[in-house]
C-alpha cells in the first residue's frame, strides 16, 4: 500500500526562511562585588603566618568610622584597637597597656562599593565549602564572597605594605599576607558611640602616657605624627 502523500507546505516554509536569524546569546557578563551594608559587625578569624588572631569589625560609614578590636592568641585580656575615622585620622591604643599613637593617614575609611572598581573577577571557587565568587584588586587582595547570600566569606591580603586597618598606604611586593575569615555578619549591627572614643590619654604627653615625644613622618605622601615609642 502506497502511503499517503502529504503535500509541502511552500508558503509556510518560505516564512521560516525569511524569518530574522535569531543572534546566539551573549556571554554573561562578570558578576560584581555586593557593596557592604552602610553598618555592619563581623567577627574575623585572622591568621597571619601562623600568628592567630580574632577581630570584631565594626563599621559605620553614615558615622564616618570604622573600628578593629583585635584580640591576639593568649592575649584576649589586652585588645587592641584600631580606630578610624573619615577625616584620615587613626587611633591605635591597647587600654589594658595604657599605650596610643595616631596617625594621619591622608584618607578615610572604605566606602561600601571599594572593592568595584577595578576588581577583577576571578571565577568560582570552594572556600572551605562554602560556593564563593573571587575578585582580585591591584595586586594587593582577593576576595571571596557567597554566591548565595552575597555576603564576605574570607579575603586574602597579598601584601606586607605598610597597611592602616582596611586602608591601603603604600603597596609592596606580591606576597600573601594576612588571611581574615568571616565568621559572623550582622548587617545592620552597631556599635553604642561611646565605644568609639579613643581614651583620654591618646590626646596627652602628661606622664610619658599615650602621645609621648612626636616626631613628624610621612606616609603615602601625607604628613602625620607618629609617636617616637609606644609604651
Known sequence: MTPPHHPVNFAVLLLFLCLPAVPPAAAAADPTPTPWPPQFHA??????????????????????????????????????????????????????????????????????????????????????GFDCHVWAKADFITYYEDVNTKRPVKWVFYTDAAMVGMK?????????????????????????????????YCFTNNGGLGLADETTTTIAGGSSFVPRSVL
Not at 48 to 57: E, F, I, P, T
Not at 189 to 195: P, S
Request: aromatic content about 14%.
Open 43 to 128: 567577627t574575623l578569624v585572622m591568621d597571619y603566618h601562623g600568628n592567630m588572631s580574632v577581630a570584631d569589625l565594626w563599621y559605620d560609614w553614615p558615622g564616618g568610622r570604622n573600628l578593629h578590636v583585635i584580640r591576639y592568641q593568649l592575649a584576649a585580656d589586652a585588645p587592641y584597637y584600631d580606630n578610624e575615622w573619615n577625616n584620615g585620622t587613626s587611633f591605635f591604643y591597647t587600654p589594658a597597656l595604657r599605650t596610643c599613637r595616631s596617625a594621619a593617614v591622608g584618607v578615610g575609611i572604605l566606602r561600601p562599593d571599594w572593592l568595584r572598581p577595578g576588581a577583577v573577577y576571578l571565577g568560582r571557587r570552594d572556600a572551605g
Open 168 to 200: 591601603i598606604v603604600a603597596v609592596g611586593t606580591h606576597v600573601k599576607g594576612r588571611t581574615a575569615y568571616v565568621m559572623s555578619f550582622e548587617v545592620g549591627a552597631v556599635l553604642e558611640d561611646a565605644a568609639w572614643q579613643a581614651p583620654e
